[in-house]
């Protein structure tokens, strides 16, 4: 080789350690009930990071799922392969418990619990999230049949994964996918034309077409379809108890910019075979319980991303010299580095407080399921929002190295827009917190008792949250053309209250100082002048186990 190509100043890979060791997300895990799951998460998160683990996540974001509509003689198969290193990364998921389970779990904290595990092993492959996000979620919309839940919610929460096409009553674990959104709706799910007629036999007959299915390659699926009665919600079986196929028929799979490792399909249905869930007509009823639980795993999903970004920042500065001296001794590097570790510290802190909420709401806990009902969707429209710029920061931490594909920055970004995107875009969770706020006034209550627990600690933050009580209780009915600005309020002040209270006081000070104090600019990297860089970024540096 010649001596020009001598390799210098690059920096070393970045495996070998604990993604669970995330101080905001282990204290979040103690603070609400889930101390008892932590050396369960620190062995997950030693997997996680491993390099074993990058390569499995790499290998499945390169090889994306192919469909087989046909087998060789012409029969309709409609099987979707996936690259050997994906079901890896499933197996492991479902087998730790982040599936349904859960909701047969009676410990305290078993929701949190899982939130964290959640939250280390998306940052392996972001594709896994979809089917144990939906199979989780699955979970409360099938509890409005109480006989449907009897029969599946055990083997949706077994810690099994089996993919054999077998009648799902058959098998040792399932998985659940969604079926909504069709082409002329999108979000409008009420302009649904899938019509579903009822049998002989006591069940449904389902004709239309879906534009986007998640998790084709599911057992079951919960789909939305047009009765006499009006949207109604329906569990339809991939194989049917006798063995044989439903008419479910794959059309395509999505071209999708990002989690490409993860199947989205088009389904046609022909006379297809699925179980009424809840009350005929009341399917959006129904299926938004569904809805609810996998925005909570999006703000889980955009703090696990921030994350993963932010770490390999930190990381880079730690180990890389321009000028004459590291990136992360660079000031102003390091004024960006610690923007990044405050809003994910932020975002971490959000997620669990909501699956903390979710535990509380089990337990009987009517101010907590109110808080729960608002502050899900406040977090998903605001935590969702920032992780695109959260990613394209941290990928520019590692200048041209990190605009690579091997530097797994461009993953992270691809996958960044979609949490936004996914159960309700932008708009339409910040219409849903609109309605809450009308609608419910004891969400709203809960809320604003978060910041008023931590009155007196920061006077930006009790300014920021008298200005928020006051144009809430003005009476004055808020436009839905400024939605977006009321729930960023929402978020701020939540956050806030939560760092003030829980959070380092270096984070806290430096998120209110910024985010709340009015001394914010409009990039990652302009943190007033007094925050304390050093010990936000001391933090979030990895570290070995």
Not at 3 to 17: D, I, M, R, S
Not at 215 to 234: E, N, Q, W, Y
Not at 424 to 432: I, P
Not at 515 to 539: C, K, M, N, Q, S
């Amino acid at each position: 080789m010649p001596p020009t190509h001598a390799v210098t100043n690059q920096v070393p890979p970045l495996a070998g350690h604990d993604l669970a060791e995330d101080p905001a997300l282990l204290a979040g895990l103690e603070r609400h009930g889930g101390g008892w799951g932590a050396p369960a998460l620190h062995e997950l998160g030693e997997l996680a990071g491993s390099e074993a683990a990058q390569e499995w996540g790499r290998a499945a974001d390169e090889n994306p799922p192919v469909l087989r509509t046909h087998d060789r003689y012409g029969n309709r198969v409609d099987r979707v392969e996936f690259h050997p290193s994906w079901h890896v990364l499933l197996d492991t998921a479902v087998r730790g418990g982040v599936t349904a389970g859960p909701w047969l779990d009676g410990r305290p904290g078993a929701h949190t619990v899982r939130a964290a595990r959640f939250y280390v092993w998306s940052q392996v492959d972001y594709g896994v999230h979809c089917p144990v996000s939906m199979t989780y979620a699955a979970a409360p919309a099938l509890r409005h049949s109480p006989e449907l839940a009897a029969d599946y919610l055990p083997l949706l929460a077994a810690a099994e994964y089996d993919v054999r096409p077998l009648p799902p009553l058959s098998k040792r674990g399932l998985l659940a996918g969604m079926s909504m959104t069709e082409k002329q709706g999108g979000s409008d799910v009420r302009a649904n034309t899938t019509r579903a007629v009822p049998d002989a036999w006591g069940t449904w007959r389902l004709t239309g077409h879906k534009w986007f299915t998640s998790a084709p390659m599911s057992d079951v699926f919960l789909t939305l379809a047009r009765t006499d009665a009006g949207i109604s919600c329906f569990l339809l079986p991939r194989v049917l108890p006798d063995g044989a196929r439903n008419a479910l028929y794959f059309q395509r799979l999505k071209d999708k910019l990002g989690n490409r490792s993860n199947a989205s399909a088009e389904v046609e249905y022909d006379g297809a075979t699925g179980w009424l869930v809840g009350e005929d007509g009341r399917g959006v009823r129904t299926i938004i319980d569904m809805v609810n639980a996998t925005r909570l795993d999006c703000v889980l999903g955009a703090a696990a991303g921030m994350r993963a970004g932010l770490r390999q920042a930190v990381h880079h500065a730690a180990h890389r010299r321009a000028f004459g001296a590291y990136l992360a001794d660079q000031p102003l590097m390091r004024n960006v580095l610690a923007d990044l570790a405050v809003e994910s510290e932020a975002a971490t802190t959000l997620a669990m407080r909501l699956a903390g909420a979710v535990d509380a709401e089990a337990r009987g806990d009517a101010a907590e399921g109110a808080l729960r009902r608002l502050a899900v969707a406040v977090g998903k429209y605001w935590v969702t929002k920032r992780w695109p710029a959260h990613a394209a920061e941290a990928m520019e931490c590692l200048g041209g190295n990190g605009y690579v594909e091997e530097s797994g920055m461009p993953r992270i970004f691809r996958e960044s827009p979609l949490n936004s995107i996914w159960e309700g875009s932008g708009n339409v969770a910040a219409l849903d917190v609109l309605r809450a706020v009308r609608r419910e006034p004891a969400g709203v209550e809960a809320l604003l008792a978060e910041a008023e627990a931590a009155r007196g600690a920061d006077a930006r933050l009790d300014a920021a949250a008298a200005a928020l009580g006051g144009e809430l209780a003005g009476g004055q009915e808020p436009e839905p053309g400024q939605a977006r600005r009321l729930v960023e309020r929402l978020a701020l002040v939540l956050q806030g209250s939560l760092l003030v209270r829980y959070g380092d006081p270096a984070v806290a000070d430096a998120f209110t100082a910024s985010r709340l104090g009015g001394d914010w600019g409009h990039a990652f990297g302009t943190l007033p002048p007094g925050a304390d860089l050093g010990a936000v970024i001391e933090r979030v540096r990895p570290k070995a186990p």
